[in-house]
């Protein structure tokens, strides 16, 4: 098993950018896929980004593609999330997840989940 704890939201302004961390407790960390989700009160929980066990191969949702980057380090445990140019519609809480499915981009295709860090743009 694997627990994610996420950090790294804020309060930043529009065309900012913030680095969402997330550290997950376990020693299998590198045989999950992990993935980014984000979730507004209007809205269900959205597909973010996610990453292979290895790095190998990552995934975006096109509304973040070219913003966003998605990275992970085994030895630390840590994936990372790099948002750059952020949006107010990029403001949601954002959570992390673990998961061996291939359905990679779903929120069903993970086990494991954070609490949330919450991120807020200004306009």
């Known amino acids: 098993q694997v627990q994610p704890v996420e950090s790294g939201g804020g309060l930043v302004q529009t065309g900012g950018s913030l680095r969402l961390s997330c550290a997950a407790s376990?020693?299998?960390?590198?045989?999950?896929?992990m993935g980014w989700f984000r979730q507004t009160p209007e809205k269900e929980r959205e597909f973010v980004a996610a990453?292979?066990?290895?790095?190998?191969?990552?995934y975006y949702a096109d509304s973040v593609k070219g913003r966003f980057t998605i990275s992970r380090d085994n030895a630390k445990n840590t994936v990372l999330l790099q948002m750059n140019d952020l949006k107010p519609e990029d403001a949601a809480v954002y959570y992390c997840?673990?998961?061996?499915?291939?359905?990679?981009?779903?929120?069903?295709?993970?086990?494991?989940w954070g609490q949330g860090t919450q991120v807020a743009v200004s306009s």
């Open positions: 376990g020693r299998t960390f590198s045989t999950y896929n």
């Open positions: 990453i292979t066990t290895h790095g190998l191969t990552t």
């Open positions: 997840a673990a998961g061996t499915s291939f359905r990679r981009t779903t929120p069903g295709g993970y086990n494991y």
